[in-house]
């Protein structure tokens, strides 16, 4: 799941404004041409993982505070130790926004928005978002548009993932959208398997899958109350009227996530996590000038 907008696209240019030097840097410093030798290997993901989390990290207001940290490390960790890359560098935060969103980068570096963690109401909600994008890199969704750009002889800044081609000159400067948009778009395909991926996680794992069903529909009613909180989560992670109900038959289909709905639903840490999240400092507010970026 990702995002982008009210705030969304206000968010990346905002915080993006002392990134916009560097930029142009990180887009133009991965040129990677040639058709040939398209695969990404695990370590060249982890590097360019770690590349984009830093840029993330600058272009964000990324949460790195104990109190927050402590409660989602414990929440993700029953979903990392079922899912099928055990062996990455798995790094999951918070990210101070109150858009309703959650997105995955290369190598294992996982984010979720304050406005996601306060609008779910339990833990297996939370776990369903989390498996999904546990789901995106395990099935190398973001890696595999790596490898595309590669194909096509393009740079392989975060500008190509964002925009799926490479950013003009002046959409560099606008690149501040990075923040936006780490948030490449999926396939709907791809969003099926990431869907599927967190019903295997959470059953797996224990937790009831629905937990992922009940957070589709909280983020449907998010949607008709407040959609720019929403617009970059459904920008990046389309979501159609028949979502919901593939992951219902998904979950019916296989007798393990049937009984898993018995399975854990709530959990002490969800709720600490979600106290430490709303007392964190009121996010950043959205920059005032961006029209035309
Ligand atoms: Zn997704």
């Not at 790195?64 to 490390?73: E, I, K, R």
């Not at 306060?118 to 973001?142: F, K, P």
Request: charged letters at 20%; one cysteine or more; proline letters at 7%.
């Amino acid at each position: 799941m990702r995002p982008l907008a009210r705030s969304g696209t206000a968010t990346g240019h905002q915080y993006a404004k002392k990134r916009r030097r560097s930029l142009p840097l990180l887009a133009g410093a991965l040129w990677l041409g040639g058709a040939a030798a398209c695969a990404v290997g695990v370590q060249e993901e982890l590097q360019l993982g770690d590349q984009y989390a830093a840029e993330v990290d600058k272009s964000m207001p990324v949460v790195h505070d104990a109190v927050v940290q402590g409660p989602l490390d414990a929440a993700v960790h029953p979903l990392v130790a079922v899912a099928a890359r055990r062996d990455l560098p798995w790094t999951f935060r918070v990210v101070n926004t109150a858009d309703v969103n959650a997105f995955a980068i290369p190598g294992g570096h996982i984010y979720v928005t304050r406005g996601l963690i306060e609008h779910a109401t339990s833990y297996h909600q939370l776990a369903g978002v989390l498996g999904h994008e546990i789901g995106h890199v395990d099935l190398r969704h973001s890696a595999r548009q790596i490898e595309q750009a590669r194909a096509a002889s393009l740079g392989v800044g975060l500008g190509y993932i964002v925009l799926g081609r490479e950013p003009g000159a002046a959409e560099n400067a606008a690149l501040n959208v990075v923040a936006a948009a780490v948030f490449a778009k999926f396939s709907r395909e791809d969003e099926r398997a990431a869907d599927h991926a967190a019903v295997r996680y959470t059953t797996a794992a224990g937790i009831d899958p629905d937990g992922l069903v009940e957070m589709f529909r909280i983020l449907q009613r998010v949607q008709s109350t407040d959609p720019g909180a929403i617009e970059q989560f459904f920008a990046s992670h389309p979501m159609t009227a028949d979502r919901i109900t593939d992951v219902q038959q998904t979950i019916a289909a296989d007798p393990a996530a049937r009984t898993a709905r018995t399975g854990k639903q709530d959990a002490p840490l969800f709720h600490e996590l979600q106290r430490a999240v709303r007392a964190l400092p009121p996010p950043p507010p959205p920059p005032k000038t961006q029209k035309g970026q």
